[in-house]
């Protein structure tokens, strides 16, 4: 089993920028698909970005286009999520993933994700 732990997260002013990390451990052999997904108070969890095992094929969900990149560094077992430019919506507590099951696509939903982490809480003020 692989164990997920973010780190990163905090309070930042609005068209601020954040990075946010994280490390796996454990059972990370194997050719995953990473994720980023968050879920603000009182609504669902949703996707935000995926990263393919290569690092050669990446996924963003529309509203965060052009402003969020995601990146993986294998010889560290980590992968981030470097955010630009953040709105007072994407306060929220976000969580890394791995998808269920190897060789699975950056095309991804929040059910296709599996192994969440704790999450580490991104909050924008305006």
């Known amino acids: 089993q692989v164990q997920l732990v973010e780190s990163g997260g905090g309070l930042v002013q609005a068209g601020g920028s954040l990075r946010l990390s994280c490390a796996a451990s454990g059972r990370t052999s194997g050719l995953y698909t990473m994720g980023w997904c968050r879920q603000a108070p009182g609504k669902e969890r949703e996707f935000v970005a995926a990263i393919s095992w290569s690092g050669g094929s990446t996924n963003y969900a529309d509203f965060v286009k052009g402003r969020f990149t995601i990146s993986r560094d294998d010889a560290k077992n980590t992968v981030y999520l470097h955010m630009n430019s953040l709105k007072p919506e994407d306060t929220a507590v976000y969580y890394c993933?791995?998808?269920?099951?190897?060789?699975?696509?950056?095309?991804?939903?929040?059910?296709?994700?599996?192994?969440w982490g704790q999450g580490t809480q991104v909050t924008v003020s305006a």
């Open positions: 993933a791995r998808r269920l099951v190897p060789w699975g696509g950056v095309s991804a939903t929040v059910t296709d994700f599996g192994s």
